[in-house]
């Protein structure tokens, strides 16, 4: 019998592991990477250490006026003293708890529950964020009741503002924009044009028209006993106008689905309603999650719209503030402490739906 044994496992190649390996493949892998490797190298060579001398090494970062800001750098002393402001706009110091109530319990308790429950707990939760959660929102922020001081929408602003109108388009957008999409799909004549009516409607019309009209031209249509709030007329047009495009969004992951799995949900008796909320939505609302995240972050930068009509958003506040004559000068720090804030914002929402993709379709790259 011979002698026979097995030969230890070798190493990899040294030129196909490691840091070189790495930067030959995805820098240095034909002569155009590596001019376009060297061209972003001289562009960060050229960016970077002046943005680090003036936002680090030359700014300020103590004081409270504009008179401290001796270095020739950033004044973040600017952001400092106006970050209540950028904030919470004009909204009561005594009743800013409210806010963190709302955004820091509230909304985070209830979409904890939806993403983590099961059963019935998830229906009941989405029945709560659907119905209850927007009207309970509007109150506790707004006051009048249950002894709650009255504080008007006008003196609603800053990133509470954008957040309040962002979140209103994604909590009525996304289950709007699947009810306008199965009715684009159905058989029904009717229900198909009017739905196919109102997509291309809102679609075929610029936000800043839509707020224009909710804000000058539909009081001109109530009565004059009538007064719809100005944060709320914005509001349900912002929901109107992103739920058209979440239905294209959603139109395009139903067409994606393979014939054969209608087929399939036939075959098992099942009707209309169990077929698209078992079989055929899961997977579609799966496949289109990129879209819903790109309509997602659009809506966000775009409620910067809102101080067409007289609302302080962020970036309104922002800049309103840079006109202060206390502060005349420093405005490019608001607006670059503004960018960071957009910037992360949608950065988090971007990777937290690449999370959820790869949670939901594990076998995708």
């Known amino acids: 019998m011979s002698d026979f044994s097995y030969l230890p496992d070798r190493a990899p190649p040294a030129s196909e592991f490691g840091l070189w390996c790495w930067l030959r493949r995805n820098l240095f892998a034909s002569p155009l990477h590596v001019c376009l490797t060297l061209l972003a190298l001289y562009l960060l060579y050229r960016i970077l250490p002046p943005l680090f001398l003036w936002a680090v090494w030359h700014a300020d970062f103590r004081g409270t006026t504009a008179a401290d800001c001796t270095s020739g750098g950033a004044c973040w002393v600017f952001i400092k003293m106006r970050l209540a402001q950028f904030l919470y706009g004009f909204y009561p110091e005594a009743e800013r708890w409210r806010v963190w109530l709302l955004f820091l319990g509230i909304v985070p308790a209830t979409f904890a529950t939806l993403w983590f429950g099961r059963g019935r707990m998830r229906l009941w939760t989405l029945a709560f964020t659907l119905f209850i959660l927007p009207p309970l929102s509007w109150f506790l922020l707004r006051g009048g009741v249950l002894g709650l001081p009255?504080?008007?929408?006008?003196?609603?602003g800053g990133m509470m503002l954008t957040f309040v109108v962002a979140s209103a388009g994604l909590v009525f957008a996304l289950p709007l924009g699947i009810l306008l999409a199965l009715g684009r799909t159905s058989r029904l004549p009717v229900l198909r044009l009017g739905c196919t009516v109102f997509i291309e409607l809102w679609r075929g019309v610029p936000l800043i028209t839509v707020l224009f009209m909710a804000n000058v031209m539909l009081p001109l249509f109530l009565p004059p006993h009538i007064h719809v709030d100005n944060l709320l007329r914005a509001l349900i047009g912002v929901a109107l106008f992103a739920s058209a495009y979440m239905?294209?969004?959603?139109?395009?992951?139903l067409q994606a689905i393979p014939r054969g799995q209608y087929e399939a949900a036939?075959?098992?008796?099942?009707?209309?309603?169990?077929?698209?909320?078992?079989?055929?939505?899961?997977?579609?609302l799966v496949t289109v999650i990129p879209g819903i995240t790109n309509t997602f972050v659009g809506l966000f930068k775009d409620?910067?719209?809102?101080?067409?009509?007289?609302?302080?958003?962020f970036l309104g506040i922002v800049h309103s503030a840079g006109?202060?004559?206390?502060?005349?000068?420093?405005?490019?720090e608001g607006y670059a402490f503004c960018a960071l804030v957009y910037f992360l914002l949608c950065y988090g929402m971007s990777h937290t739906s690449y999370r959820i993709e790869r949670h939901f379709t594990p076998e995708r790259p």
């Open 303 to 313: 409620t910067t719209l809102v101080s067409i009509i007289g609302l302080f958003d």
């Open 150 to 156: 009255l504080v008007r929408s006008n003196q609603w």
């Open 266 to 284: 036939d075959s098992l008796g099942l009707g209309y309603t169990a077929k698209m909320r078992l079989v055929i939505l899961p997977q579609a």
């Open 247 to 253: 239905a294209e969004v959603v139109r395009g992951g």
């Open 323 to 332: 006109q202060d004559p206390t502060w005349l000068g420093h405005g490019m």
